[in-house]
């Protein structure tokens, strides 16, 4: 089984910087990709920002220049460096992984979610 755990959400004010985490653990064979999804209440979750195992990064138009994820594949974690952030950013972030899992002897390509760890940003 294949679970995610994130931290670093809270609260902060307009023009600080909150770092989120989120480690991955259990039978991982390997990793295809990991990012991060926010979702406010009464809109669909979208995708913030993502890094492939070859390093192809992917950052949202609306936090481009503000905001880094980055992928550490030996620790099988990723990060969001939240920097300059505004009170549009508010929401619930979740770590988002693509991975082979190991079961029994056989591998399956699985997508798995975080929790969920709550930003909340006071203008």
């Known amino acids: 089984q ?10 902060a004010q307009a023009g600080e910087s909150l770092n989120l985490s989120c480690e991955a ?4 064979v390997n ?10 209440p009464g809109k669909q979750r979208e995708l913030v920002g993502s890094e492939t195992v070859t390093h192809i990064a992917y950052v ?5 220049g503000r905001f880094t994820v980055s992928m550490d594949k030996a620790k ?5 460096q939240m920097n300059d952030l505004k009170s ?4 619930m ?5 693509d991975v082979l899992a190991e079961y029994g002897g056989k591998v399956k390509q699985e997508e798995h979610w975080g929790q969920g760890t709550q930003v909340t940003v006071s203008s």
Do not use: H, P
């Open 93 to 97: 972030y979740f770590c988002n992984a």
């Open 60 to 64: 949202a138009d609306s936090v481009k």
């Open 31 to 40: 990793i295809n990709a990991m990012g991060w999804y926010r979702q406010v």
């Open 25 to 28: 653990s259990g039978t991982i």
């Open 88 to 91: 549009e950013d508010t929401g």
């Open 2 to 11: 294949v679970t995610l755990v994130e931290s670093g959400g809270g609260l």
């Open 76 to 80: 099988k974690s990723v990060y969001l």
